[in-house]
Structures are given as C-alpha cells and as structure tokens.
C-alpha cells in the first residue's frame, strides 16, 4: 500500500477519531480507504446516468408513452 500524508482540518480531524473510537472503523486509514471508495463509486453512478442523458439527448424524439419509456427502462435494469 503507497503511504500518504495529508493534512486535515481540526474539525474533520476530530470527526475522524471519533468514528474510530466509536469503534465504526478501526483506524483514520481505513476510514480515509471507505470514503474514498464510496466517492469513486458516486463518481462511477454519476458518469454512468451522464452517458445515458447524453445518449437521450442525442436519440431525438419517441412517439412512446412515459409508461413505455419506463418499462423498457426497467426491463434493460434486469
């Protein structure tokens, strides 16, 4: 693992330790690993609902009804 030395603020300093010390994780590293993790994940959702908007936007226009719309939507989910 590649070590790192970051700076924090007092305020997130302290909200760090106390997720630690409520025992919620077991140290500032795994804690720092969850929440990076949890951002690449948001970040990958977001990138992913971005390319179908463009997708959308680029189709044109549909003769379906919203109620069609959102059964294919679902059945392309399975």
Known sequence: MARQSISLT???DEWLK???VT???SSKSEL???????????QQRVDWLRL???K???SGFT??????I???AKKSLK
């Open 18 to 20: 106390s997720q630690v």
């Open 32 to 42: 720092i690993n969850d929440l990076i993790r949890q951002a690449r994940n948001q």
């Open 70 to 72: 959102l059964a294919k």
């Open 23 to 25: 025992k919620e994780y």
């Open 56 to 58: 959308g936007e680029q």
């Open 52 to 54: 179908k908007l463009e």
């Open 10 to 12: 007092h305020p997130n």
């Open 63 to 68: 003769s379906s009804t919203k109620e069609e």
